[in-house]
């Protein structure tokens, strides 16, 4: 078991992964410059998110991503700049909002470069994500983390991982840490009661239809 201290520092370490900001000082004049936008990623951006996903893999912070894959999905992404010394808009971070449909989305991908840690982009891109699912009138919004304290203050608590079985079918069963998951499940919003993925000897997709005109009050 770790000590406090162990606990402590691997907090810190995982605060800087997502890039939150940790700064208790005011900024300096050398930030100054340093402003943070945040805007829905393009495919020139999907390079800069596949070497960045990817480089949190090896150790299982991160699920590995193929560039199709990247590409197939970019526009699930938001990405997180600075301008450099020379006024170029320079690539920093980035995170993803999963559309499962009108019951549920999921946040991942939330990773921050190195060099740009600590100057609060994860929290940008986080909230870009948030205001997102609610201009989409997502219901739910979960997501898994090893820092459930960071994301209790935004909304979040912590769940059981089978209540998002859309969650489970999509990523989880072919996760190479699925009997070995250290992540935390946690939801923001209602608990789905509905599901659109799964076994098609399970899954009746009338079933599904109804019940998202349930929840969301539509039909055709």
Partial sequence: MQNNATQLAATDQQNEDLGVSTRTNPPSAQDDFRI?????????????????????????????????????????????????????????????????????????????????RGLGAGDAILEALLAEADEHQVMSVCLFTRIPDYFEHLGFRVAERNAMPDKIYK?????????????????????????????SKLQRPELASDALVQLTGTGH
Avoid at 64 to 83: G, L, Q, W
Avoid at 98 to 116: D, F, N
Avoid at 176 to 197: I, Q, W
């Fill in 36 to 116: 943070i936008t945040v805007h829905k990623a393009r495919l020139q951006d999907a390079r800069d998110i596949f070497d960045l996903v990817n480089s949190l893999s090896h150790d299982g912070t991160l699920l590995r991503r193929s560039y199709a894959e990247i590409c197939e999905n970019v526009r699930d992404f938001t990405v997180a700049c600075i301008p450099n010394p020379e006024g170029e808009h320079e690539f920093i971070g980035c995170g993803a909002l999963h559309l499962y449909g009108p019951h549920l989305a999921e946040v991942r991908s939330i990773v921050v470069k190195p060099t740009a």
């Fill in 171 to 199: 990523d989880c069963q072919t996760c190479p840490r699925l009997y070995a998951c250290d992540e935390v499940a946690m939801v923001r919003g209602p608990l789905p009661n509905v599901a659109v993925l799964g076994p």
